[in-house]
């Protein structure tokens, strides 16, 4: 497949910001900093990233799709059979450690980000960190980069993957779907 757009979708859901001051509610797409990741991600690619507000994923020809868990799960609930087709495009990301591997495999999804790696790229976590993601193991021999075998981050398709010249998120995100779409028949 060649890629020509990649849609990042924060949902519509809202989050609680607590400061000092007190608190008040925002959009997704502010708590998960929606645009700054699309700008960061789009400095590593050359296909057109867009941030788009829909509650759910839509079929466009050559996109994959970086979304939030509450976008996946409202598609699959709509039209299984078109969002199951889409989920094999998508990237979800803020996935709880202990479900993505599992979401990974279950929904033949292209990768999961765990939370604690989307935290540490919006710098509220340990940003010395390496990013990673869970991926298809075949696509990380394809570009690269490594898992470690054996370990309880390995399933039968998917691993937390990292790649050893690529340390931020949107990097990641960005080489592996270049390898993925490579994969992938056009359409």
């Given at each position: 497949m060649r890629l020509d757009s990649i849609r990042v979708l924060p949902g519509?859901?809202?989050?609680?910001?607590?400061?000092?001051y007190g608190s008040s509610v925002i959009r997704a797409r502010v708590a998960y900093q929606a645009?700054?990741?699309?700008?960061?991600?789009?400095g590593h690619t050359s296909a057109a990233v867009t941030v788009d507000d829909s509650a759910?994923?839509?079929?466009?020809?050559n996109t994959m799709f970086v979304c939030a868990q509450d976008?996946?799960?409202?598609s699959l609930a709509s039209d299984a059979g078109q969002a199951r087709a889409l989920a094999s495009r998508?990237?979800?990301?803020?996935?709880?450690?202990?479900?993505?591997l599992q979401w990974a495999e279950?929904?033949?999804?292209?990768?999961?980000?765990?939370?604690?790696?989307?935290?540490?790229?919006?710098?509220?976590?340990?940003?010395d960190a390496p990013a990673g993601l869970y991926g298809w193991?075949?696509?990380?021999?394809?570009?690269?980069?490594?898992?470690?075998?054996?370990?309880?981050?390995?399933?039968?398709?998917?691993?937390?993957l990292s790649h050893p010249q690529v340390h931020d998120l949107p990097g990641l995100i960005a080489?592996?779907?270049?390898a993925y779409a490579r994969m992938l028949p056009d359409g």
């Open positions: 519509t859901g809202t989050a609680t910001r607590v400061t000092q645009d700054a990741f699309a700008a960061a991600l789009q759910e994923l839509v079929a466009s020809d976008v996946l799960f409202a998508t990237i979800v990301f803020d996935v709880v450690r202990t479900y993505a279950r929904y033949s999804l292209a990768a999961v980000v765990e939370t604690r790696s989307y935290l540490n790229w919006q710098g509220l976590g340990d940003t193991k075949e696509v990380a021999t394809a570009f690269g980069a490594t898992w470690l075998p054996g370990s309880p981050f390995e399933g039968a398709r998917y691993a937390l080489a592996y779907l270049d």
